[in-house]
């Protein structure tokens, strides 16, 4: 089951002094360069890869391309950073679009 706010590691709904996990996985993504090629997993979905282009913190979302699942490469796609649950980086993208 996937729910990050019940996780097991004391997370009760307030952050007293600790930074809310989304502003680490922030954190990471605004060390990423446009291109890059990412693996991400989130909302519940198994990991996929992706290029990641750009971050929207007015909206809370991330923008990617050629995410698998998606046929031809189907353009941009966005992602909510609430729902991130994992990034990693890649050296290269399996297919490029």
Sequence with gaps: MCRRANDGYGYNGLYG?????RHSILGFL?????????????????PVTATFHDIFPCEDTISVSGLD????????????????????VLSNCPRPC
């Design 17 to 21: 002094n600790r930074r809310p996990f």
């Design 30 to 46: 605004e060390k990423l360069s446009p291109g890059s090629c990412i693996v991400i997993q989130f909302d519940c979905q198994p």
């Design 69 to 88: 699942g998606f046929d031809n490469c189907s353009g941009l796609t966005y992602i909510a950073i609430d729902k991130i649950n994992a990034v990693s």
